[in-house]
């Protein structure tokens, strides 16, 4: 029966010969990786696509829509930089009003100093309270903004017909 070599002592220091061992098996697999996936693809600054989930598609910043005017959530200014592509376009649509079992209301209003109208969409959230009954109705501003556009719609067909 062959006899077993007996694992070195986790205490005992290796010598020069088996460090350089470890390091060149070291090298030679990071080099073999390396080769397997070939080298880093370079990207021009002027075609690199920023894909987030704010910008899914990866557009150019002046690619991206950008809003006719300002908008507002419970006071606070909505950037561009930090809703969807699609949210843009829901938000262009809303109309003033209240919605969701007037749980939350539209407000448009005339900027002062500014040329330009600004939107507000405003829901209780100041207590735990008030945040856990807006979270029972939707759960992202996104999820907001579709329930209030399909209720517009909704009502626009009750009034047609």
Not at 1 to 27: E, V
Not at 114 to 140: C, G, H, W
Not at 146 to 151: C, D, F, G, T
Request: charged share 25%.
């Amino acid at each position: 029966m062959a006899k077993m070599q007996d694992a070195p002592d986790p205490a005992s220091p290796l010598d020069r010969s088996q460090i350089q061992t470890i390091a060149d098996a070291i090298a030679k697999g990071i080099v073999q990786a390396g080769n397997e996936t070939g080298p880093i693809k370079q990207i021009p600054v002027t075609r690199y696509r920023n894909r987030t989930i704010y910008n899914p598609e990866g557009l150019l910043v002046f690619q991206r829509p950008k809003f006719t005017r300002d908008y507002y959530q419970n006071g606070k200014l909505i950037s561009v930089d930090i809703v969807t592509p699609a949210d843009i376009a829901i938000l262009e649509k809303l109309k003033a009003g209240r919605y969701l079992n007037r749980l939350v209301e539209v407000v448009e209003r005339e900027a002062e100093g500014s040329e330009m109208r600004s939107l507000e969409v405003r829901y209780p959230s100041a207590t735990n309270d008030q945040r856990i009954a807006a979270a029972k109705v939707f759960t992202s501003f996104t999820e907001l903004l579709r329930k209030i556009l399909n209720e517009q719609e909704m009502q626009a067909e009750a009034k047609a017909s």
